[in-house]
């Protein structure tokens, strides 16, 4: 049960899509449901594993909204109940606590079906600050994880996070994974120059505009570009921003990019940069070090668990606008430090495939269902 999927991307769409199909390649019978987010889909089916988008409707504080969802929860859990049935599933793993998360967690209640739930940052790095603002989200992620029989974080910050803000204290690590051996598209252009190249969700938590300020200093225009790939809320404000720092012509927005393109445009960067206010765990890092090109990461959060600052990667404040510079201007400055620390990347991220992830998860599982 994921809080959101296909045909939308983002860490957890990729964490969810990933472990399912290699799960279903060993053999065992997986669905993922999603919430219906509105895209008019009601099943796909994402790598040979069947998707159902059900519907999560939430009580609001208005009138209306409590009106709305009245209405809306008889279907609702209707919805749930008839997924539940066609499957009748050993595990509930939820990904991502959302709204997904409040109908799983009655799900286990109703039918004592053992519960593992997986968090990806959802309580701290969302930009709507959903879990500051609804005490039904709050509440129900409080009681998820007293009730569920497993409960992972993609990193130690978010392990810490569940300590600090939720009082849970026996949360395991399994973090993210990345295809070693993804293809890139053949037809991406060869850049023209040195291209930084940075790739997510445009919205204010991942720090492009923090990139964009600190491009726009040290010289960095007049010696590389800057390409920024992705869309999200901050796409009109970023491109406003870029063109009031004067630095419009060097910067590319080429929007949403597809797997293949985001092989392509890595393995030709000069450096691959994770500008993230914080950042949870960061598959982004994984497919840098994958590219065998050198990774500039933050150093808040997920990234700093995994890179050796100045050995398989760079770590940077992205706060500290000179120092983010510094830091691409080093990779100009000394090309052969700059694929000695690439190569050091390529090496590392054989760590974090996603049959390893799988492998966790299975442990996990078996040790669940020994057990009730």
């Not at 994402?46 to 929860?73: E, I, T």
């Not at 709204?99 to 009655?106: E, K, R």
């Not at 286990?108 to 969302?126: N, Q, Y």
Request: hydrophobic content about 40%; aromatic content about 6%; some cysteine.
């Amino acid at each position: 049960m994921t809080s959101s999927f296909h045909p939308r991307v983002g860490g957890v769409e990729e964490h969810t899509a990933r472990v399912a199909a290699e799960l279903s390649r060993r053999g065992h019978r997986v669905e993922v449901w999603a919430v219906d987010r509105g895209d008019g889909l009601l099943t796909a089916t994402v790598d040979g594993v069947p998707a159902r988008y059900l519907p999560c409707p939430q009580p609001a504080r208005s009138v209306g909204g409590v009106l709305r969802f009245l209405r809306a929860a008889p279907g609702a859990v209707l919805a749930w109940w008839k997924a539940y049935r066609r499957l009748r599933p050993e595990i509930l793993h939820v990904q991502c606590f959302g709204p997904n998360g409040v109908y799983s967690l009655a799900l286990h209640r109703l039918t004592r079906t053992p519960l593992v739930v997986s968090s990806h940052g959802e309580t701290f790095a969302d930009d709507h600050h959903v879990f500051d603002r609804s005490r039904l989200q709050r509440g129900a992620l409080h009681s998820a994880l007293e009730q569920a029989d497993a409960v992972t974080g993609c990193s130690r910050l978010v392990t810490d996070h569940l300590r600090s803000g939720f009082g849970f204290e026996r949360s395991l690590i399994v973090p993210n994974g990345v295809v070693l051996d993804e293809p890139a598209d053949p037809g991406w252009p060869a850049p023209g120059g040195p291209t930084f190249v940075a790739v997510g969700r445009l919205e204010h938590t991942k720090g492009f505009d923090l990139l964009l300020e600190a491009f726009a200093t040290e010289g960095l225009p007049g010696r590389a570009w800057l390409l920024i790939g992705g869309d999200g809320a901050e796409a009109t404000a970023l491109r406003d921003r870029a063109r009031a720092l004067g630095i419009a012509d060097r910067v590319a927005f080429p929007g949403r990019l597809s797997r293949g393109q985001v092989v392509a445009a890595m393995a030709s960067a000069a450096a691959v940069v994770v500008p993230s206010r914080t950042e949870a765990f960061g598959i982004t890092t994984l497919e840098g070090w994958r590219s065998g090109r050198p990774v500039i990461a933050t150093n808040h959060g997920g990234p700093a668990e995994i890179i050796r600052d100045g050995r398989d990667g760079f770590l940077v404040d992205p706060l500290d606008l000179p120092a983010l510079a510094r830091a691409m201007a080093g990779v100009l400055d000394d090309p052969a430090e700059a694929e000695r620390v690439g190569r050091a990347g390529r090496e590392r991220v054989g760590d974090f495939t996603w049959g390893k992830v799988a492998d966790l998860y299975e442990d996990i599982y078996r040790r669940v269902l020994a057990s009730t």
